[in-house]
């Protein structure tokens, strides 16, 4: 007999059979009855319709850091309010924590400990470090598993520096070296004429456009954007081959990764003359200017 997904049996000694719901990320329950009878089915629905554990679940101690960053990977703030790329960046600095600290109580987290850390960072890591703690901390204020946030009033140190926005002259130079038609020159119009990241432009292509209308949606904010489609853009997007969907690829015709972007946009800047501040920025506050 064929049982229902994630439906596992064991035999005991007298020969009698005990079903089990196994999934992955759900509690474990036993299940009455026969296979596919009332009693079981309806206790396998109810374990279809229960809540996931949150990560890390099972080896937290309650009132831990480590129980505190279960429950706020399963809150609607991680779950619903980031982008996949800002989970990954996020769950990349809170396991690091978790590792070295999972076991200390969350509730005696102090203001001096978050400081002597971000000291022992560079200001990038930092950055990213202190905005993982605040949203961590942020909830569990909410649940009162901390009495207040020991992150106010923490200020990061300068960078030291500003992003670099390319100049007319700048432009003019890459423009001179790539002219319309080329791969690179495509690029720089993406990046010139919509303002949008790296991660966005790469992956703009025929189907976004409608009635002259770039529909957008940003892969960090989630946010939805309808931008006009600049006339000079409209003439280096000519140069597309028209079975070409995806606007940006490869030698090979084949989407490009993000680093590998970046790789390839820096070697035809180099071959421009232009100097190391010259890049396609990851924001969308980034190097180039939205317009001429």
């Known amino acids: 007999m064929k049982l229902p997904k994630y439906v596992q049996a064991w035999v005991d000694r007298e020969g009698r059979a005990h079903h ?10 036993r ?13 396998y629905q109810s374990a279809l319709d229960s809540a996931a554990e949150p990560i890390g679940a099972r080896r937290s101690k309650p009132g831990s850091l480590s129980a505190a960053i279960a429950s706020y990977y399963s809150s609607q703030a991680f779950v619903k309010g980031l982008a996949p790329s800002s989970q990954q960046v996020r769950k990349a600095v809170l396991e690091a924590f978790r590792r070295d600290h999972g076991n200390k109580p969350i509730a005696l987290l102090p ?10 960072m560079s200001p990038t890591a930092g950055k990213n470090w202190l905005k993982a703690i605040r949203a961590l901390v942020t909830h569990c204020v909410k649940l009162d598993m901390l009495r207040e946030d020991p992150t106010l009033g923490i200020r990061l140190r300068s960078t030291g520096g500003e992003v670099h926005t390319w100049s007319e002259d700048e432009i003019a130079a890459f423009e001179a070296v790539h002219p319309i038609g080329s791969r690179e020159r495509l690029a720089l119009a993406l990046g010139l004429y919509t303002g949008q990241r790296r991660g966005d432009v790469i992956k703009m292509g025929r189907q976004h456009v409608r009635d002259g209308v770039l529909h957008v949606k940003q892969e960090k904010t ?7 489609v600049h006339s000079e853009l409209v003439a280096v997007l000519a140069t597309v081959p028209p079975t070409q969907m995806t606007f940006l690829t490869t030698q090979y015709g084949k989407p490009f990764a993000g680093k590998s972007f970046t790789m390839w946009f820096g070697e035809a800047c180099d071959k421009a003359e232009l100097g190391a501040k010259c890049t396609f920025h990851g924001s969308a506050q980034g ?3 939205k317009t001429r």
């Open 20 to 29: 089990y719901f196994r999934r992955a990320g759900y509690p474990r329950t």
């Open 31 to 43: 299940l009455p009855g026969l296979p596919w009878s009332p009693p079981f089915m309806a206790a």
């Open 111 to 120: 203001k001096k400990f978050i400081v002597a850390m971000l000291d022992s």
């Open 222 to 228: 989630g946010k939805v954007l309808a931008i006009p």
């Open 287 to 289: 190097s180039m200017p």
